[in-house]
């Protein structure tokens, strides 16, 4: 069956930068979108990057200038570049693709378990 996972979470001090990644395995035939979501305590999850097969990206208002998403299909990884980070950042991010596998065949979404990341002096 296909999974996420992703890594590259942690404790940074506001400005700092972290890179996270997510690696989806399994019985892979494509992957469409994917992307990041992040859920803050008491608050709603929320996307916060996504990039589509052909590489096109959108971001939330609050990161915009300071994330980037890319994707290495040949990995099937994509990643979060985080810069310029602020205490408002912390939360759990999770990855998020649209992939479809050899036991389904069609395109089904899939989320890793997330990854924690905190951002303090």
């Known amino acids: 069956q296909v999974q996420l996972v992703e890594s590259g979470g942690g404790l940074v001090q506001p400005g700092g930068s972290l890179l996270l990644s997510c690696v989806a395995s399994?019985?892979?035939?494509?992957?469409?979108?994917m992307g990041w979501y992040r859920q803050a305590p008491g608050k709603q999850r929320e996307l916060v990057a996504s990039i589509t097969s052909g590489g096109s990206t959108e971001y939330t208002n609050s990161v915009t200038g300071r994330f980037t998403i890319s994707r290495d299909n040949a990995k099937n990884t994509v990643y979060l570049q985080m810069g310029s980070l602020r205490p408002e950042d912390t939360a759990v991010y999770y990855c998020n693709a649209e992939i479809r596998s050899s036991f389904f065949r069609v395109y089904r979404e899939y989320w890793g378990q997330g990854t924690q990341v905190t951002v303090s002096s």
């Open positions: 399994g019985s892979i035939i494509g992957i469409n979108a």
